[in-house]
């Protein structure tokens, strides 16, 4: 398989990926999207936030078709393995096909979520060769920090009341609903001093890590969570440690995969390793069929100017060992549905303080609401500050879907397969649209594997036979 450009959905996706575009840092391939407007044609909104809707009149023999809106994220999750070099602010993405016939970027994530969907979109307003009702295709920014950009678009941008999200993945499968999400940061105050101690770096990694909504239930080692306890247990086992500095992870809705902290202590380097070996060698038993790559290291470096002081140290490691982590209920009404969980997603030191975030999901909001009241009533007792970035509401299932009756026809007459239907515990922007006055919502996309993770791949024979789904199912909507 070859990642053939003259298809112009690959034509766009590789255009996409010659364009960095992390979630913050949208505003050129916002621009890239108005030109592409004004270049066929297209009426288009540019909003202040950088979101874009291209407008496209229907073709022949539907112009009394309700209006159908289209909808995708620019934004991508930017992580790279450890020792890549890229800079996700300015270098392009570097696309390989696999022995597999899978797309892949090296060493970094690829950006099919939901570069896919931009692609599909941009080819689907290009061809005027394709039937289709009126299209309204919006192309949103910060989708993976919390959904920001969906959250300031205005009912007044669409008069469509039927939408198909290319935020999904699967070729075979549409979701019927999704969780609800909250971001939470939780601010530790910390006093330094002078540091006169060995300086030494605990670093765990090999973790698979993986998205905190769909992976969660496979209860995934959490670097953060796992250099915290092991620090706990060290101390526990009687070595005098003072954190220097604790950074993990890289975005809050991915499940952590590295940590590190830095810490200063008056034991012998030997005394140290002792206990790590031991801590992690019943960890590594833990996590044998969930993560056997984990790894756990302490080595010796330059040392610290300061650190922080005993009693700031235990603020930081008691708060952080502490706080609910992980896969927290399941549906007793939806078979394999997680339906509450929390994910410490970043671990940050700077300014005398630590910064953790954490990726609060679940469907029912008085579950959000007891998790948050834990986590003030823990913070109440360490001096934390708890505040909510941003939070976004779930999509609720709708039995009666005329767009998903029209799909699982389509499955069936293109590739002879059934329509598989699925909740998700992932957060994606259609209870958002819900809310501006979107009835009719599926969700629709190619087959893509170890999304938000440097393993990102996209099976490019999907990528073909979904879009060939996709425009069959457009046809249909008149």
């Known amino acids: ?78 992580e790279a393995n450890k020792g890549t070099v890229h800079d996700f602010e ?146 526990l086992a009687g070595i005098a440690m003072n954190v220097v500095s604790i950074n993990g992870g890289l975005k809050e809705n991915a499940i952590p995969r590295e940590c590190d902290i830095v810490f200063a202590s008056p034991a012998a380097p030997e005394r140290i390793n002792e206990a790590l070996d031991s801590i992690a060698s019943a960890i590594s038993t833990e996590l044998e069929f969930s993560d056997p790559g984990f ?11 300061n650190r922080f002081t005993a009693d700031s140290t235990e603020r930081v490691i008691n708060y952080l060992y502490l706080i609910p982590n992980g896969f927290q209920h399941r549906s007793m009404a939806i078979e394999g549905l997680t339906v509450t969980s929390l994910n410490l997603g970043i671990v940050r030191t700077a300014d005398s303080k630590v910064i953790a975030t954490d990726s609060l999901r679940s469907a029912i909001s008085s579950s959000t609401d007891d998790l948050l009241n834990k986590m003030r009533t823990l913070a109440g007792i360490y001096g934390v500050t708890v505040s909510i970035n941003s939070a976004y509401p779930g999509w609720n299932y709708n039995p009666v879907s005329e767009l998903r009756d029209k799909l699982a026809v389509v499955l069936q007459n293109e590739l002879g397969v059934e329509l598989i239907c699925q909740a998700t515990h992932g957060g994606n922007e259609c209870g958002i649209f819900k809310s501006l006055g979107l009835e009719d919502i599926i969700t629709y996309g190619p087959v893509s594997e170890h999304i938000h993770t440097p393993d990102e791949r996209l099976d490019l024979e999907s990528f073909d036979r979904s879009y060939r789904v996709l425009t069959g199912l457009i046809k249909e909507c008149r």
């Open 1 to 78: 398989m070859v990642f053939d450009l003259s298809k112009r959905y690959c034509y766009y996706f590789n255009e996409l990926a010659g364009i960095p575009h992390g979630s913050y840092n949208e505003k050129a391939v916002s621009d890239y999207i108005v030109s592409f407007a004004e270049s066929k044609g297209l009426r288009y909104l540019q909003d202040e936030f950088n979101n874009v809707v291209i407008y496209k009149e229907p073709s022949e023999g539907y112009g009394d078709s309700a209006p159908l809106l289209i909808q995708a994220h620019m934004d991508m999750v930017c």
């Open 90 to 235: 300015r270098d392009p993405l570097k696309l390989y096909v696999d022995e597999d016939g899978w797309l892949n970027a090296e060493g970094t994530t690829l950006g099919a979520d939901d570069g896919a969907g931009v692609a599909y979109m941009l080819a689907i307003l290009e061809d005027n060769s394709l039937p289709h009702p009126p299209l309204e295709c919006c192309f949103t920014v910060q989708e993976e920090v919390g959904l920001l950009g969906a959250v300031k678009l205005k009912s007044e941008y669409f008069r469509a009341k039927r939408m198909i999200s290319l935020d999904g993945s699967g070729e075979v499968r549409t979701c019927i609903s999704s969780s609800g999400g909250t971001r939470v940061n939780s601010t530790i105050p910390c006093q330094c001093e002078p540091n006169d101690e060995p300086t030494y770096d605990l670093y765990v990694g090999g973790l698979l890590g993986g998205h905190s909504g769909s992976e969660i239930h496979k209860e995934k080692g959490n670097a953060n969570v796992l250099a915290v306890r092991i620090f706990k247990e060290m101390t």
């Open 295 to 305: 790894t756990a290291a302490v080595t010796e470096t330059g040392r610290a100017e």
